[in-house]
């Protein structure tokens, strides 16, 4: 049978909730990108999944609203408790077009790890600034495009130090991975880092803050290999003040 995000929803449900250091770290990383108090603020959690990122955002406030797809992962996150002081709510919705979501009506978007598995990115930019109030902000997180390229692996140099190999960085589009202990063998879209940059300026996000940060100990515990290379990239940018469409 081929993985859909359906079909490996309770496994990735299982994975979060056991500890997957490396899913914390990125929430943690595109959490970093935000306000600590998140108070008063309205907080659309993009591909939110089983919501690891949603309960982070309802903990520091915010009146968060998780959105995705995979409607078994909306399940999964709706028997999960909302830490206070905010609040979590999940709907079934596609990050392409987010047609349960008022325009301008979130002070910020978080995608994290998600938009990398929209088909459309232009469309779900589009529809990420359609939903900001004005000046309002996007923070997105991507496996790095340079270091988790299709066919990336690893070898073993002479000194003994185990080194990445890009793999097939050119080559954007929709893989899957065969092995069956990855997520990715639901299907990911790999795209250069000049067409993901390319896609945000174009959709009129001004980028404010780009990071590429260091894996934590827990990750290098868990994978020593991935020491001193940054398994995610971040982004936050700033939505226009103009509404989409208009001059300028
Ligand atoms: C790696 S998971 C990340 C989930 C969550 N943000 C987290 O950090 O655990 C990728 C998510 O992207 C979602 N996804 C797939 N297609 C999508 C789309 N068109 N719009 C929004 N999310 C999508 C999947 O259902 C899945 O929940």
């Known amino acids: 049978m081929t993985a859909t995000w359906d079909t490996i929803a309770d496994w990735y449900a ?16 595109l ?14 959690d993009l591909g939110c999944g089983e919501g690891l ?15 995705d797809p995979t409607a078994r992962l909306i399940d ?19 990050g392409c077009v987010l047609g ?23 469309a779900a930019l589009t529809a990420a600034r359609r939903v ?9 997180s991507l496996p790095h495009p340079c270091f988790e390229a299709p ?44 067409t993901c940059l390319t896609a945000l300026l174009r959709s009129g996000f001004a980028p404010e803050a780009v990071d590429e940060p260091a894996p934590p100990a827990p990750v290098v515990a868990r994978s020593p290999r991935r020491a001193g290379l940054p398994p995610f990239l971040l982004i936050r940018a700033r939505a226009p003040h103009d509404p989409p469409g208009s001059a300028g």
């Open 151 to 194: 066919h990336a692996s690893w070898t073993q140099s002479a000194d003994g130090a185990v080194r990445r190999v890009v793999g097939a960085y050119l080559a954007e589009g929709f893989r899957r991975s065969d092995d069956p202990g990855a997520v990715r063998r639901a299907g990911y879209r790999h795209r250069t880092l000049s």
């Open 14 to 29: 299982e994975l979060l909730r056991t500890g997957s250091p490396l899913n914390d770290f990125n929430r943690d990383a």
């Open 76 to 94: 999964h996150a709706r028997t999960t408790a909302t830490p206070g002081p905010g609040s979590a709510v999940y709907t079934v919705d596609d």
């Open 132 to 140: 900001l109030k004005p000046g309002g902000r996007l923070v997105l």
């Open 100 to 122: 349960t979501v008022a325009d301008r009506s979130v002070d910020w978007v978080t995608a994290g790890l998600s938009l990398n598995h929209v088909p459309d990115l232009d």
């Open 31 to 44: 959490l970093a990108h935000l306000p600590d108090r998140l108070h008063g603020l309205r907080v659309l």
């Open 53 to 67: 990122i949603t309960r982070a955002l309802a903990a520091r406030g915010a009146t968060a609203l998780g959105i």
